[in-house]
């Protein structure tokens, strides 16, 4: 006797960006989404690190607002940016001890098929 179990729960919510016609479309915000985590994750911030924060947040499209199309930017504790009214964005944070928080992509929710689609035999 064979016995399965299949985690279909990615399948019916997955990243946006994987959601694309072709790889080479999507293919950016995963790259500037695995370039912030990395930065995200210094110790302290230096001005060049700061400055590549607001670089990779800007292809994200999360440089004037925590949410957009692919990402979404979650401050928790503490403060990464700071976006003045007149338009400017600043890294506030000195590192990663002064702020709880992360990007993440945004999700799909894709409707389930219908049932016995996901069944295997047991055969």
Not at 6 to 23: G, I, P, S
Not at 75 to 103: E, F, H, K, P, Y
Request: with cysteine; proline share 2%; hydrophobic share 35%.
């Amino acid at each position: 006797m064979r016995i399965a179990a299949f985690n279909v729960e990615n399948l019916f919510n997955r990243a946006k960006a994987l959601d694309q016609r072709t790889w080479s479309l999507g293919r950016p915000v995963l790259e500037a989404y695995q370039s912030i985590c990395s930065l995200l994750e210094e110790v302290v911030y230096s001005d060049q690190i700061k400055h590549e924060i607001l670089r990779e947040l800007g292809k994200l499209g999360l440089r004037h607002s925590d949410q957009a199309k692919f990402a979404r930017l979650r401050q928790n504790r503490g403060r990464l940016l700071r976006r003045s009214r007149d338009g400017q964005v600043r890294v506030i944070a000195g590192g990663r001890a002064d702020w709880i928080g992360w990007v993440e992509l945004t999700t799909d929710f894709r409707t389930p098929p219908r049932a016995g689609t996901g069944r295997h035999s047991l055969r």
